[in-house]
T-cell receptor
Framework: KNQVEQSPQSLIILEGKNCTLQ??????????LRWYKQDTGRGPVSLTI?????NTKSNGRYTATLDADTKQSSLHITASQLSDSASYIC??????????????FGTGTRLTVIP | NAGVTQTPKFRVLKTGQSMTLLCAQD?????MYWYRQDPGMGLRLIHY???????AKGEVPDGYNVSRLKKQNFLLGLESAAPSQTSVYFC???????????FGQGTRLTVV
């Protein structure tokens, strides 16, 4: 069964600190893995996309890693800011021969950054 | 360039009423999706479309219908709303299978 599991479910950190969010998946065949940021009351916004051959990708203070062998990914946030408070969703795409690919969503990690 | 726009943003329905949610994208994307997001669960796919005039069922299609008469619009219909359809609905579009999906801001629907 195709699944995406994220940990921790929630996290509280002090402003300026770093943190790492985890994502494990069982999706096959694998196409790409995406990290999204979802602010409260808003739609998800893409942070990074990684394909099978990529093992790291950065977007400002966000760095995502991918280990396609162990089917694990992490999102590292450096020097956190209050505006980083949001849910971070790991999304894995499979590969379909015809039609749209399927996106499998994790339940997200709720990050709260406190001053 | 507005991206993906959903209307309405909020709606309260009585059980048995019908309504249509509209999703519009101005990026000329082929693929469009409707998801629902419930507490403690990941987004679940309701229906999707791979191009104008085509639609397909997703993971949780029951109780919903869709239409893609124009490439830029993807409509989600509830013929007879039920309390179980209380949720936040998101529309998304993408140009192809490998690129990022752009999401609308969501529609919060409450069925009483």
């Amino acid at each position: 069964k195709n699944q995406v599991e994220q940990s921790p479910q929630s996290l509280i950190i002090l402003e300026g600190k770093n943190c790492t969010l985890q994502c494990n998946y069982t999706v096959s065949p694998f196409s790409n893995l995406r990290w999204y940021k979802q602010d409260t009351g808003r739609g998800p916004v893409s942070l990074t996309i990684m394909t099978f051959s990529e093992n790291t990708k950065s977007n400002g203070r966000y760095t995502a890693t991918l280990d396609a062998d162990t089917k694990q990914s992490s999102l590292h946030i450096t020097a956190s800011q209050l505006s980083d408070s949001a849910s971070y969703i790991c999304v894995v795409s499979d590969l379909q021969e015809t039609g749209a690919n399927n996106l499998f969503f994790g339940t997200g990690t709720r990050l709260t950054v406190i001053p | 360039n507005a991206g993906v726009t959903q209307t309405p943003k909020f709606r309260v329905l009585k059980t048995g009423q019908s309504m249509t949610l509209l999703c519009a994208q101005d990026m000329n994307h082929e693929y469009m999706y409707w998801y629902r997001q419930d507490p403690g669960m990941g987004l679940r796919l309701i229906h999707y479309s791979v191009g104008e005039g085509t639609t397909a069922k997703g993971e949780v299609p029951d109780g919903y219908n869709v239409s893609r008469l124009k490439k830029q619009n993807f409509l989600l219909g509830l013929e007879s709303a039920a309390p179980s359809q209380t949720s936040v609905y998101f529309c998304a579009s993408t140009t192809d299978r490998a690129t990022e999906a752009f999401f609308g801001q969501g529609t919060r629907l409450t069925v009483v």
